[in-house]
């Protein structure tokens, strides 16, 4: 089996203030220069890439976008382009959060746009997925994210999952404080790579699962053991540095 090291990514999502970013990075800054095996990363809000950057600068810690356009550059107010997060130093970016997919209506097609446009500009998508409480409850979880996951595969190729990363955010689990259970995620999961492994066994080995969806440090560990599961995505949990350091501990 192909040892991956773990990634804990933060996602700080429409949280955070010029004057509360600094310590929170001091903070995390700190923990890590503890020792800590996993890799780090952190997406902030766009307008803080900067100042986020200019923090990590030195440090072992990744920065991330938290959304992309599909488009590479013209007429899309609002938007940011995937070779302006490149620009500011960005690793990761997030795509098709469950906020981006359920609040903006972003489909499965958007995603895989997104996802082409941060690949092809050279950062590593973290692509999400995952199902509603509705679909798991009609015993659709595995059809919805092969769908997910299918779109995307279509659009930019097996190939572009070397150099990407899948989050699986069950929806009813996310801010909710209803964790997956190390097992239903361990399903899933392994429901991935399988899906991944029907086109290249060896990138399906080697991509990184990440699990999001409450985690905190009191339950990371529980979570990261499992055999599939190669890390977190964290979201209200990353806004206070000794809890995120806690959750990046817990990926060895
Ligand atoms: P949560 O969010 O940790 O607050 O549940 C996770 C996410 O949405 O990425």
Same mark, same amino acid.
């Given at each position: 089996?192909?040892?991956?090291?773990?990634?804990?990514?933060?996602?700080?999502?429409?949280?955070?203030?010029?004057?509360?970013?600094?310590? &929170?990075? #001091?903070?995390?800054? %700190?923990?890590?220069?503890?020792?800590?095996? =996993?890799? @780090?990363?952190?997406?902030? *809000?766009?307008?803080?890439?900067?100042?986020?950057?200019?923090?990590?600068?030195?440090?072992?810690?990744?920065?991330?976008?938290?959304?992309?356009?599909?488009?590479?550059?013209?007429?899309?107010?609002?938007?940011?382009?995937?070779?302006?997060?490149?620009?500011?130093?960005?690793?990761?970016?997030?795509?098709?959060?469950?906020?981006?997919?359920?609040?903006?209506?972003?489909?499965?097609?958007?995603?895989?746009?997104?996802?082409?446009?941060?690949?092809?500009?050279?950062?590593?998508?973290?692509?999400?997925?995952?199902?509603?409480?509705?679909?798991?409850?009609?015993?659709?979880?595995?059809?919805?994210?092969?769908?997910? &996951?299918? #779109?995307?595969?279509? %659009?930019?190729?097996?190939?572009?999952?070397? =150099?990407? @990363?899948?989050?699986?955010? *069950?929806?009813?689990?996310?801010?909710?404080?209803?964790?997956?259970?190390?097992?239903?995620?361990?399903?899933?999961?392994?429901?991935?790579?399988?899906?991944?492994?029907?086109?290249?066994?060896?990138?399906?080995?080697?991509?990184?699962?990440?699990?999001?969806?409450?985690?905190?440090?009191?339950?990371?560990?529980?979570?990261?053991?499992?055999?599939?599961?190669?890390?977190?995505?964290?979201?209200?949990?990353?806004?206070?540095?000794?809890?995120?350091?806690?959750?990046?501990?817990?990926?060895?």
């Amino acid at each position: 089996m192909t040892r991956r090291q773990p990634l804990v990514a933060a996602n700080w999502k429409m949280n955070g203030a010029l004057q509360t970013v600094r310590p &929170l990075i #001091a903070g995390v800054l %700190a923990g890590v220069a503890d020792g800590i095996p =996993a890799e @780090v990363a952190i997406c902030p *809000p766009f307008v803080y890439l900067p100042e986020v950057g200019r923090a990590l600068q030195g440090s072992r810690v990744a920065l991330g976008a938290q959304n992309v356009s599909e488009h590479a550059a013209g007429a899309h107010t609002g938007e940011i382009a995937a070779a302006m997060l490149m620009d500011l130093g960005c690793k990761y970016v997030i795509v098709g959060h469950s906020e981006r997919r359920h609040i903006y209506g972003e489909t499965n097609v958007i995603v895989a746009g997104k996802f082409v446009s941060a690949s092809r500009a050279g950062l590593i998508p973290i692509l999400c997925v995952g199902e509603e409480l509705s679909d798991r409850e009609a015993g659709q979880t595995e059809e919805v994210v092969a769908n997910q &996951l299918d #779109a995307v595969i279509q %659009a930019a190729g097996i190939g572009s999952f070397a =150099a990407a @990363v899948v989050a699986y955010e *069950p929806v009813w689990a996310i801010g909710t404080g209803k964790v997956a259970t190390p097992d239903q995620a361990q399903q899933v999961h392994a429901f991935i790579r399988l899906r991944l492994a029907r086109h290249d066994t060896g990138i399906a080995d080697r991509l990184r699962i990440l699990y999001g969806g409450s985690v905190k440090a009191g339950n990371a560990k529980e979570l990261f053991a499992m055999a599939d599961i190669d890390g977190g995505l964290i979201g209200g949990a990353s806004l206070q540095a000794e809890e995120f350091i806690g959750i990046c501990r817990a990926a060895e």
